[in-house]
């Protein structure tokens, strides 16, 4: 037997991507709700309205650039949010998870939308709607004998904590998100177990309008705010110990971005992948160690990056440490110091993120390396360094799927990517004694895409009936890989056939 007997088994969601309702029961917009749809090749928008009045848009991927000075971020008139609507979960939920039951899920990832329980971040008292929706959901998960596992932030800051404060710019925003933690360890307090703090945290680099609401790609102004994120989440894991000793709480990282390949054997190569690797590692090096690591530190000298440490922020990053390793895994990173390197999709907005095209590896339909063995090299790596359990919160294959009669999809082929990549976990856990807590298929049931805001880019076990063009009549269908993953999860891993 490979994998250990309360492995968790299961699937990943994040209440931005599939609740819809999104001014149900007093709830405040995030800043999820002003990005618009997009395409593999059209990027996504981040809407206002200026001081004149008039709307604006600002780019989503690239170089991320504030709005003209006295805009506040806002849906506009005319135009597309998917994320308002998402799967409309807000209502369907006993369904759904009768439905994750029925594959014998062990375990479902959800977060806590943040502006549902504080609509703008700055209450001081909590929304009872919004609070008693997640018991509802959670009890409903408990009745099905599956383990919750909630991410407190996935890419959803209340919007006006950022027209307001510019968000996790503020140290105040700190105070927020604790008060807003420790409502959900109280309340939930012997409902909920496993929690991470933020989603994808290095995504700080990257995109930092989803790690925190930032319209802006400047280092001194993300670093800063990505410093503040890391004390509220010491802070967070603090609390939720003190609260219920037995609450495990864990950090989670875009490995995607951890896992990265030199082109070439060219040592000058393997630094680069070195140092982009330790974009990510920095994350995980202060939240599993408690302090900031020397290459991190020697950065922010050199580039005259100020974070604003105090001795209160060191003794509370020492005193939060998380207690595993949670992190998404869904492509390789593959760089190269000659700049004629091939892109592995020039065409993507999301180009410089996918790196140089890997001559080893084939991609998905939207240009994602997929990279079995990457997540064996993942696990290994990630175990080696902290020597704390993992826990792969997110893995998936975005495809297109076709309906056909009889209302299934043939997905062989996230079959095969299934495979491939438990095969992959099982070597890192029976060859390399990797302690892994669990593995949660990302989208289990179709949901709203990040990077694109599609429908059309699908990762689901379960068909969800809408369209790109808000057509579609909601309904749920079983894909072939349904029952596939229902059977690996009745052996624990063992029958991949
Ligand atoms: C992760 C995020 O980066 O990848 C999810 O945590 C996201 O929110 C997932 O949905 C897949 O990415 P995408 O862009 O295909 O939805």
Not at 405 to 431: N, P, Q
Request: with cysteine; aromatic share 12%; hydrophobic share 35%.
């Amino acid at each position: 037997m490979s994998f250990r007997n309360d492995f968790l088994w299961g699937g990943a969601t994040a209440a931005n991507q599939l609740e819809g309702a999104w001014t149900a029961d007093g709830r405040g917009p995030s800043i999820a709700d002003v990005i618009t749809g997009g395409t593999a090749q059209r990027s996504r928008t981040l809407t206002y309205v200026g001081p004149d009045g008039k709307p604006g848009h600002l780019e989503f991927f690239g170089d991320l650039h504030e709005p003209p000075q006295g805009s506040t971020f806002a849906p506009i008139e005319g135009e597309w949010y998917p994320n308002h609507d998402g799967i409309d979960f807000y209502h369907t939920y006993r369904k759904d998870i009768a439905l994750m039951a029925e594959m014998g899920f062990k375990a479902l990832r959800l977060s806590v939308s943040w502006s549902r329980i504080f609509p703008t971040g700055m209450e001081e008292e909590p929304c009872e709607a919004g609070l008693a929706f997640y018991d509802g959901v959670f009890d409903c998960l408990r009745e099905h004998g599956i383990e919750p596992v909630v991410t407190i932030s996935h890419y959803e800051t209340p919007l006006a904590l950022v027209n307001e404060w510019n968000g996790w710019t503020d140290r105040r925003t700190i105070d927020c998100f604790v008060r807003y933690a420790t409502t959900l360890f109280e309340r939930y307090r012997g409902k909920v177990r496993y929690w991470m703090t933020f989603n994808e945290i290095n995504v700080m680099n990257t995109n930092a309008w989803l790690g925190a609401g930032l319209a802006s790609s400047d280092p001194k102004v993300t670093m800063r705010a990505a410093h503040h994120m890391l004390v509220a989440s010491s802070r967070a894991v603090k609390v939720g110990h003190e609260i219920d000793p037995q609450n495990q709480i864990g950090c989670m990282l875009t490995f995607s971005q951890g896992m990265v390949y030199p082109y070439s054997c060219r040592p000058e190569d393997v630094h680069k992948a070195w140092e982009l690797a330790n974009r990510c590692y920095f994350f995980s090096d202060v939240q599993a160690r408690g302090y900031y690591p020397s290459y991190q530190l020697k950065r922010y000298e050199r580039e005259g990056i100020d974070i604003g440490m105090t001795e209160q922020d060191e003794r509370d990053l020492r005193e939060g440490c998380v207690d595993y390793i949670g992190f998404s895994y869904y492509r390789s990173t593959t760089v190269s110091t000659d700049p004629t390197t091939p892109l592995v999709d020039p065409d993507s907005p999301m180009k410089e993120i996918l790196g140089v095209k890997n001559p080893y590896l084939t991609v998905s339909d939207w240009g994602w390396t997929i990279d079995p063995v990457g997540l064996r090299n993942a696990l290994d790596n990630l175990y080696d360094r902290y020597q704390k359990p993992l826990f792969i919160v997110e893995n998936g294959l975005g495809a297109v799927d076709m309906l056909k009669e009889g209302h299934t999809v043939d997905d062989d082929y996230r079959i095969d990517f299934l495979r491939s990549h438990i095969e992959a976990m099982k070597d890192a856990v029976e060859i390399d004694g990797v302690d892994l807590m669990g593995y949660l298929w990302w989208g289990p049931i179709d949901l709203i895409s990040a990077s694109t805001g599609e429908m059309k880019k699908r990762y689901g076990f379960i068909y969800v009936d809408r369209n790109d063009d808000n057509t579609g009549s909601l309904k749920r269908f079983r894909k072939k890989s349904f029952g596939w993953y229902k059977k690996v999860i009745a052996s624990n891993g063992e029958d991949l056939a």
